[in-house]
C-alpha cells in the first residue's frame, strides 16, 4: 500500500488519517495474504531467517501489499528505507539517493530502495541501479504490476529474485473487513449477501477494499442494507484490464484456451471479460478468426466463413449491436469440431522449406517456353492429370531431392474426416502407380 514517508519511524497526524493507513500492518506476521513469500519455509520467510535479503522485485497487481513488505522488511533487516516513483523520479534525482545511501553506508547503515512502478524506468535508468546494488551501497526492492520478463532488463533480473504477489482471496478480504471493523468498533450496516458483495467490487485490492468500507461506515441506515442498496450507493469498481499489459494477454489466452478446449460458457464469459474492461471489439474479431483457422482449420470449413460474417457484421452494426455477432462467433468455434491439422502442416512445410533452401522443382513439372529450355529437359515426362481416368496422375512434384513428407494429417473429426479419406485414396493411388512403372 502506498506510502508517502522516506523513513519507518515517521508517523501521520492521528486525524484525518485514511482508514488504510490505519490498519497498515507493523510486522511481517500483520501481513494478510501472500503466504506463498512470507511464510516459514518461502523465500522472504527464509531469507529473514538466515539474515541474508538480497534485492527483490515484487510482481502482483495494485493493493496487494508490496510496499507495505518493503517497509517492514527494512524494519527487520535494520536497513533505511526511502521510496521512490519511477513515474516522478529522473536521473538527478537518483543519483542524490545514491550518494544519499553511499554515506549512510559510511556510517554503518544500509539502505532499502524501493522503486514503485520500476518498470516506468527505461533502460539507462535500469542500468544505472547495478553498480550500486552489487557494491552494497542499495538492497534494491522494486515493485511492478507489469511482466519483469518483458519490462525489466535482464542485467537487473540476474541480480534480483522476482516474487510473484497474488490478489487477495475473499478469505483474506474478510480477514481484512474484520480487522477494519474493529478498528472503526462497529460492524458495517450491511447483510450477509451485501457484505460479500462489497469485497467482490474490490476485485482483490486491499487498499480498494478498504477505501470502500470507510464509504460504507459513513452511512448513517437504521437496518443492514441489502446488495441492491449497496450496489445503489456505490460506483462498482472497475475491473483491472490493461490492453496493453498483462491482463489484456492472460485474457485472451483464456479466451483462446476456453474455445479450443469446446467450452461454450467459459469463451463467452472470458469474452464479456475483455468487453467489459473496454477491449477494442476489432481485436476480439481478428482474433476469432485466428482461432478459427489455428484450432478449427479444415475440421470445419465454415467456421472461418462465421468470423468474417461475424467481423463484417460488427463493422456494420457497431456496439453494441455487432458485438452479439462475435459472441456468436465465439459459441460456434467453441463447439466446432477441432483440428491444427493445417496448421501443424504449414508449420512443418516452413521448416522444410527453410531446410532445403533453392533446391528446384522437378524438371516435367517446370514449363518450357524456349527450345533451350525443352532441349535441357524441362516439361519432359509431364503427366496432365485431367487426362487420367480418375483424373490423378501420381506424379511426384517434390524436388527430386527431398523425400516426399507427410505433412498434412488430417483428423478424425468434423469435415477432415471426409478429406482424411481422399487423402489416404490418393495415397493408395499414387503407390500403385509408382509400382507401375
Not at 382 to 400: K, V
Amino acid at each position: 500500500m502506498a506510502d508517502l514517508f522516506d523513513s519507518p519511524g515517521e508517523t501521520r497526524p492521528a486525524a484525518n488519517r485514511p482508514l488504510a493507513d490505519k490498519l497498515r500492518p507493523l510486522t511481517l506476521g500483520d501481513v494478510i495474504g501472500q503466504e506463498q513469500v512470507l511464510g516459514t519455509e518461502a523465500p522472504l520467510g527464509t531469507m529473514l531467517a538466515s539474515h541474508s535479503l538480497s534485492s527483490l522485485v515484487f510482481w502482483g497487481p495494485p493493493g496487494v501489499g508490496k510496499t507495505t513488505i518493503a517497509r517492514l522488511l527494512a524494519n527487520e533487516s535494520d536497513l533505511h528505507f526511502v521510496q521512490i516513483s519511477a513515474i516522478f523520479t529522473g536521473m538527478p534525482e537518483l543519483r542524490k539517493v545514491f550518494e544519499a545511501a553511499r554515506m549512510r553506508r559510511q556510517n554503518g547503515q544500509g539502505t532499502l530502495l524501493f522503486v514503485d512502478e520500476i518498470h516506468r524506468f527505461n533502460k539507462a535508468q535500469q542500468d544505472g541501479f547495478l553498480p550500486h546494488m552489487e557494491d552494497g551501497t542499495i538492497l534494491l526492492v522494486g515493485a511492478t504490476t507489469e511482466n519483469p520478463s518483458f519490462e525489466l532488463n535482464a542485467a537487473l533480473l540476474s541480480r534480483a529474485q522476482v516474487l510473484v504477489l497474488e490478489r487477495l482471496s475473499l478469505a483474506d478480504l474478510e480477514r481484512l473487513t474484520q480487522r477494519a471493523e474493529a478498528e472503526l468498533e462497529r460492524k458495517l450496516p450491511l447483510n450477509a449477501h451485501a457484505r460479500d458483495a462489497l469485497q467482490e467490487m474490490s476485485d482483490g485490492d486491499g487498499r480498494a477494499l478498504l477505501n470502500l468500507i470507510e464509504q460504507v461506515a459513513a452511512w448513517n441506515t437504521d437496518k443492514p442494507l441489502d446488495v441492491n442498496a449497496l450496489t445503489t450507493r456505490l460506483m462498482r469498481r472497475a475491473a483491472k484490464y490493461d490492453k496493453g499489459g498483462d491482463e489484456h494477454y492472460n485474457l485472451i489466452s483464456a479466451l483462446h484456451k476456453s474455445v479450443r478446449g469446446s467450452d461454450p460458457d467459459a469463451a463467452l464469459y472470458w469474452f464479456a471479460r475483455m468487453l467489459t474492461g473496454g477491449e477494442d471489439p476489432r481485436y476480439l474479431a481478428r482474433r476469432i478468426t485466428r482461432m478459427a483457422v489455428e484450432d478449427i482449420g479444415l475440421a470445419d470449413p465454415q467456421a472461418q466463413a462465421q468470423c468474417l460474417h461475424a467481423w463484417e457484421t460488427y463493422e456494420r452494426l457497431g456496439s453494441p449491436e455487432g458485438e452479439l455477432a462475435l459472441a456468436q462467433a465465439v459459441t460456434y468455434l467453441a463447439l466446432a469440431p477441432k483440428s491444427n491439422a493445417a496448421y501443424v502442416g504449414y508449420k512443418a512445410a516452413m521448416a522444410l522449406a527453410k531446410q532445403t533452401g533453392s533446391t528446384p522443382p522437378p524438371k516435367h513439372i517446370l514449363n518450357a517456353p524456349t527450345s533451350m529450355m525443352k532441349d535441357q529437359g524441362y516439361g519432359a515426362g509431364y503427366s496432365y492429370d485431367h487426362d487420367a481416368e480418375d483424373g490423378f496422375s501420381g506424379q511426384n512434384y517434390f524436388p527430386d531431392e527431398v523425400k516426399r513428407p507427410a505433412l498434412y494429417v488430417p483428423v478424425e473429426r468434423g469435415f477432415e474426416r471426409e478429406l482424411k479419406k481422399r487423402l489416404d485414396y490418393f495415397s493408395k493411388l499414387r503407390a500403385q502407380r509408382n509400382t507401375d512403372e
